[in-house]
């Protein structure tokens, strides 16, 4: 395994998270019924590719700190997609890397380069920028949620530094449980409807769309660090107006193609110093 594989391994996980905002909103459910049902898919895939590789399943401090904040996320996300607009919905889950830096420096006594927050910087304001013909200043208690998404993301991104891979794993399969577990209550209060077509986006949500990708960011994390994990995650609110192109027709302005640019110059330019910075100190150490 090596950083580049592990940065494509990653951004093949942002491009299939992606699709999310558009078949989530094919599902007349609940966001924590959606939340639910889709992590037991994700879980099922976690479990096989976990069983292949023989991986023991973990529970340790830092599994279950990491299960939990991933719970977190997921639910949060679903239900935010659900009461606030998906431009609001991803924008918000989107300041995972602020809240990275600002929990990493203010509690780990963390010190980043000065790259490291102009990337994030940048990459924040370009994803501002793609989404501001969306955002909307009403509905409150989706953006709080929304928001908090974004952090519990950041706290999952930081729970996956220096641990192995079956810590990693059993993380990812735990959020999946304990998200699944949230989602059950939530199915007997409101009764989802059945249907082909809602059936047919669970199943693409949960094998494609998060069991697959967390297979591969849990495994390709090991070799990034969490905040250059958590910018390569830029692309996916990059893609999710493609897909309403697509299938929607509605094609995005000026602005947020200035903004699209924006993000992938400064993701880019960090990937670039940061692989010479890792250079330098190799020949240092040589």
Known sequence: MTKNKAILEILLSAALWSIAGILMKQIPWSGFVI?????????????????????????NRRSLFGGAALCATMTLFSVANKTTTAANAIVLQFTNPIWILLISALFLKKRFRRADILAVAFTFLGIVLFFLDGLRAGKTAGNLVALASGLAFGLYYMSLGDCGEAERMSAVLLGHGLT??????????????????????LFVLGVFQLGIPYVL??????????????LLGALEPLLNPVWVAIFDGERPGVTALIGGVIVICAVTALCIYDARHDGSKKEAEA
Not at 41 to 59: D, F, H, N, Q, S
Not at 181 to 193: E, K
Not at 217 to 228: F, K
Request: glycine content about 6%; proline content about 7%.
């Open 217 to 230: 960011l849990a495994h390709a994390s090991g070799w990034c660090p969490p905040l250059i994990c958590a």
């Open 35 to 59: 939340a639910g049902f889709r992590s037991l898919l994700a879980g099922a895939v976690m479990a096989c590719w976990m069983a292949a590789k023989r991986l023991k399943l973990t529970v």
């Open 180 to 201: 699944f577990l949230i989602g059950i209550p939530a199915a007997v209060v409101t009764r989802p409807v059945l249907s082909a077509a809602a059936l047919l986006c």
